[in-house]
């Protein structure tokens, strides 16, 4: 109800409805996951034409994996879906907050009473002035003064702290009030009671190294979770004991041989193989590196909850049995995609039950050996093998023994610490990247995809990508490994067409009009928050229309090959199961 409410409230003022894009960003690699709505649309808010306008509102898919430990308390998630409304240069604060305020007070809405709302506003700095115009915005729509609160750039700016690169600006954050007791007459921020349900961000400014420069448009940009708002509504404290979560809750409950099964277990096993089936309805499979490792170790993280519950047969695919059925209505890629979900998460399941044997043999071969587990053991077998602490701790008590828990800890802390840093560095870039250099290899891509197609195939499809400015990673559907001979072939179709120096442009076309001129693309997916119009990028004589490459794209690209260089592709190896990878770098350019 909430999500068709939100989406009918801004439609009637004049925002296109546009659908949630994919959780796997594309060609952005400074995130693993979409973790906000404004993930797809940074071209748009940097200046780049909407197809479908300048009024935008969506319900987006999200992944958040920073606080992954701490899911299981009443809050955290790593899957959520986040409501937003857009404005790209059009209205500005006034008409945002006025609506804002209007969908969450008015009885035709959310009815929520304004004795149970504060808000707080951004306080200005060295860099950016105090925002007195929200704050008049607010007290004219009848908020009191006193649940109004100023804070600074950590609070109230989005990103938060100003640091990272892209475009950013001051925001305005509603809170409403939990607690039991009558609200109390002046907002404080230390007083959890109070709980963010929605953010409007006002973006003014483009973050170029150290300085903030003025957008060319002025943006909104907007983000309410669904699942918070959804428990605020229904009187919970618990994201958990909303009608979202029940199902999946009751069918976990139903699995395991425990009369009390520990909350925390039920939560973490809800969130974790809601959000599995999600990234794996959108092209995520499990693995050792980037998304497929997260994946890898929400699954894992799963199954081991499970067995603290007593659950002893295989129970993953039973598990997104029922998120597929709740959420198929909102989502309905997960119920096309079901079978590969299935697939996926029973083949990780029984890979993962033989990492426990594996971990059980280890187990016994180190007690044997000295007559104890340390620590140091504990980890080893939870780093090497997977193996769960509190499955080392039980055999250890079985055998008169304990596991020295801080030794554990402090070899864990050692091994977060050095993944931090290594996050840190795949995470430093801030937003997509639209650096000269990235938009060469972006272009790069197209020329690959085709040339991929005319030497193995028509059966070759994009399954992934990755840019960053030194090289380009493509991902594509092709059962055996590439011959040198095939790889040579098409490195020389690549570079013929960067020679020929090819124009590029692009047209907006609906989608039926874009499959019937020959484009090749994921339609559904990568670029689903273009809405029903899509940007199609052709590479060659426009007026002959006799074009090398035409594929549906969000841009931006070089505005003729000859830009490009020289292409030379580094290596091609396997990435999963029917799916080669080509790293490339190009040289240049020519022209």
Not at 27 to 39: K, R
């Given at each position: 109800?909430?999500?068709?409410?939100?989406?009918?409230?801004?439609?009637?003022?004049?925002?296109?409805?546009?659908?949630?894009?994919?959780?796997?960003?594309?060609?952005?690699?400074?995130?693993?996951?979409?973790?906000?709505?404004?993930?797809?649309?940074?071209?748009?808010?940097?200046?780049e034409k909407h197809p479908e306008g300048n009024r935008l509102a969506d319900v987006q898919?999200?992944?958040?994996?920073?606080?992954?430990?701490?899911?299981?308390?009443?809050?955290?998630?790593?899957?959520?879906?986040?409501?937003?409304?857009?404005?790209?240069?059009?209205?500005?604060?006034?008409?945002?907050?006025?609506?804002?305020?209007?969908?969450?007070?008015?009885?035709?809405?959310?009815?929520?009473?304004?004795?149970?709302?504060?808000?707080?506003?951004?306080?200005?700095?060295?860099?950016?002035?105090?925002?007195?115009?929200?704050?008049?915005?607010?007290?004219?729509?009848?908020?009191?003064?006193?649940?109004?609160?100023?804070?600074?750039?950590?609070?109230?700016?989005?990103?938060?702290?100003?640091?990272?690169?892209?475009?950013?600006?001051?925001?305005?954050?509603?809170?409403?009030?939990?607690?039991?007791?009558?609200?109390?007459?002046?907002?404080d921020l230390k007083d959890k009671k109070w709980v963010e349900i929605w953010n409007n961000?006002?973006?003014?400014?483009?973050?170029?190294?150290?300085?903030?420069?003025?957008?060319?448009?002025?943006?909104?940009?907007?983000?309410?979770?669904?699942?918070?708002?959804?428990?605020?509504?229904?009187?919970?404290?618990?994201?958990?004991?909303?009608?979202?979560?029940?199902?999946?809750?009751?069918?976990?409950?139903?699995?395991?041989?425990?009369?009390?099964?520990?909350?925390?277990?039920?939560?973490?096993?809800?969130?974790?193989?809601?959000?599995?089936?999600?990234?794996?309805?959108?092209?995520?499979?499990?693995?050792?590196?980037?998304?497929?490792?997260?994946?890898?170790?929400?699954?894992?993280?799963?199954?081991?909850?499970?067995?603290?519950?007593?659950?002893?047969?295989?129970?993953?695919?039973?598990?997104?049995?029922?998120?597929?059925?709740?959420?198929?209505?909102?989502?309905?890629?997960?119920?096309?995609?079901?079978?590969?979900?299935?697939?996926?998460?029973?083949?990780?399941?029984?890979?993962?039950?033989?990492?426990?044997?594996?971990?059980?043999?280890?187990?016994?071969?180190?007690?044997?050996?000295?007559?104890?587990?340390?620590?140091?053991?504990?980890?080893?077998?939870?780093?090497?093998?997977?193996?769960?602490?509190?499955?080392?701790?039980?055999?250890?008590?079985?055998?008169?023994?304990?596991?020295?828990?801080?030794?554990?800890?402090?070899?864990?802390?050692?091994?977060?610490?050095?993944?931090?840093?290594?996050?840190?560095?795949?995470?430093?870039?801030?937003?997509?990247?639209?650096?000269?250099?990235?938009?060469?290899?972006?272009?790069?891509?197209?020329?690959?995809?085709?040339?991929?197609?005319?030497?193995?195939?028509?059966?070759?499809?994009?399954?992934?990508?990755?840019?960053?400015?030194?090289?380009?990673?493509?991902?594509?559907?092709?059962?055996?490994?590439?011959?040198?001979?095939?790889?040579?072939?098409?490195?020389?179709?690549?570079?013929?067409?960067?020679?020929?120096?090819?124009?590029?442009?692009?047209?907006?076309?609906?989608?039926?009009?874009?499959?019937?001129?020959?484009?090749?693309?994921?339609?559904?997916?990568?670029?689903?928050?273009?809405?029903?119009?899509?940007?199609?990028?052709?590479?060659?004589?426009?007026?002959?229309?006799?074009?090398?490459?035409?594929?549906?794209?969000?841009?931006?690209?070089?505005?003729?090959?000859?830009?490009?260089?020289?292409?030379?592709?580094?290596?091609?190896?396997?990435?999963?199961?029917?799916?080669?990878?080509?790293?490339?770098?190009?040289?240049?350019?020519?022209?």
């Open positions: 109800t909430i999500r068709s409410k939100f989406l009918q409230f801004f439609k009637e003022r004049g925002h296109a409805i546009i659908p949630s894009a994919s959780l796997v960003p594309e060609n952005d690699p400074s995130v693993l996951f979409t973790t906000a709505g404004m993930h797809p649309l940074v071209p748009f808010l940097l200046g898919k999200c992944v958040r994996t920073g606080d992954i430990d701490e899911v299981g308390d009443k809050t955290h998630l790593t899957f959520f879906e986040m409501l937003g409304n857009w404005s790209l240069g059009d209205y500005f604060k006034k008409e945002s907050i006025a609506w804002s305020f209007e969908f969450l007070t008015s009885k035709e809405w959310l009815n929520i009473p304004v004795y149970r709302l504060a808000v707080t506003v951004f306080a200005g700095d060295e860099s950016a002035p105090k925002d007195e115009e929200s704050m008049n915005l607010w007290l004219s729509l009848g908020v009191p003064k006193e649940r109004i609160a100023f804070l600074g750039k950590e609070d109230n700016w989005w990103p938060a702290g100003g640091k990272h690169p892209g475009p950013q600006g001051p925001d305005t954050e509603i809170f409403y009030w939990t607690g039991s007791t009558e609200a109390p007459t002046v907002y961000v006002f973006m003014q400014f483009n973050r170029v190294g150290n300085t903030l420069e003025p957008l060319k448009q002025q943006n909104v940009d907007t983000g309410m979770g669904l699942e918070r708002v959804t428990a605020v509504l229904n009187g919970k404290d618990n994201v958990y004991e909303t009608d979202l979560f029940h199902p999946i809750i009751r069918a976990i409950q139903s699995l395991s041989s425990s009369l009390l099964p520990p909350s925390s277990s039920l939560r973490i096993i809800a969130d974790h193989l809601r959000c599995a089936t999600f990234l794996i309805a959108d092209g995520v499979l499990p693995s050792n590196v980037d998304q497929g490792y997260i994946l890898r170790r929400l699954v894992r993280r799963a199954i081991r909850h499970g067995k603290r519950l007593g659950i002893t047969k295989p129970f993953t695919t039973d598990i997104a049995t029922v998120v597929i059925a709740e959420y198929q209505e909102a989502y309905p890629e997960l119920l096309e995609r079901s079978p590969a979900i299935i697939e996926a998460l029973s083949a990780e399941e029984k890979k993962f039950s033989g990492t426990l044997e594996k971990g059980l043999r280890e187990f016994t071969k180190r007690f044997e050996k000295v007559g104890k587990v340390s620590g140091e053991d504990a980890f080893l077998l939870y780093s090497s093998y997977g193996f769960p602490l509190e499955l080392t701790e039980e055999l250890a008590r079985e055998h008169g023994q304990y596991v020295d828990r801080a030794t554990f800890e402090s070899e864990f802390k050692k091994h977060q610490d050095l993944s931090r840093a290594g996050a840190g560095q795949k995470f430093s870039g801030g937003l997509a990247d639209h650096s000269r250099e990235t938009v060469r290899l972006h272009t790069a891509t197209h020329l690959l995809h085709q040339a991929l197609r005319t030497v193995l195939g028509t059966h070759v499809a994009q399954k992934g990508s990755n840019i960053t400015p030194e090289r380009l990673r493509f991902d594509f559907s092709h059962p055996e490994k590439m011959t040198a001979e095939q790889i040579k072939q098409t490195e020389d179709i690549v570079n013929e067409q960067i020679k020929k120096d090819l124009l590029i442009h692009f047209e907006v076309l609906d989608l039926e009009e874009a499959k019937k001129r020959g484009a090749i693309g994921l339609f559904e997916d990568k670029y689903a928050s273009l809405g029903n119009k899509i940007k199609v990028y052709f590479v060659g004589d426009r007026t002959t229309g006799n074009y090398y490459s035409s594929e549906v794209c969000g841009g931006p690209h070089v505005e003729h090959t000859g830009e490009l260089g020289s292409f030379k592709i580094q290596k091609e190896e396997a990435s999963s199961a029917g799916v080669r990878r080509i790293k490339a770098v190009v040289a240049g350019p020519q022209k």
